[in-house]
């Protein structure tokens, strides 16, 4: 599995195993260009071959969606198109925080911070799809 936290500027991504039930983070694809970050995916998708991907949905904490929801849904539609591989969409709120705060507890100086806090909220969305997968067989 691959997990990704869509961001206008930055792509989270982390990596899982179905049957381990276990989700690292993996990278941050930085940049806004649409090109590029669809060649940076393609790469990470011939190397790992997912079987699926998980893409977070951004919602307000009442499950409403907002601007970024829909920017989400459009990105994952365009990664199902592009790759063939089933998408999963799943609730990505308060990721981004978590990600923050499991940093700051672990000590990560800012700079870190800033530069793994996306892929770390990769990794908590696809570990709680991960999770929830399990809860339901």
């Known amino acids: ?6 961001g ?4 989270g991504v982390a990596v899982g195993d179905m ?4 989700a690292h983070p993996l990278t941050t694809i930085r940049g806004e260009a649409s090109a590029a970050r669809f060649a940076a995916i393609g790469a990470l998708v011939a190397e790992w071959r997912p079987e699926a991907l998980v893409v977070g949905r951004p919602l307000h904490a009442d499950g409403t969606g907002h601007a970024m929801t829909s920017r989400a849904d459009r990105f994952a539609r365009s990664l199902a198109g592009r790759f063939g591989i089933p998408v999963v969409r799943f609730d990505e709120r308060f990721t981004t925080k978590a990600a923050e705060t499991l940093l700051r507890e672990a000590g990560a ?3 870190t911070r800033r530069d793994a806090r996306d892929a770390v909220a990769a990794q908590l969305i696809l570990q709680s799809w991960l999770e929830r997968r399990r809860d339901l067989a």
């Open 1 to 6: 599995m691959l997990a990704f936290d869509f």
């Open 8 to 11: 206008a500027r930055k792509i």
């Open 19 to 22: 049957n381990l039930g276990i």
């Open 109 to 111: 100086a800012v700079a």
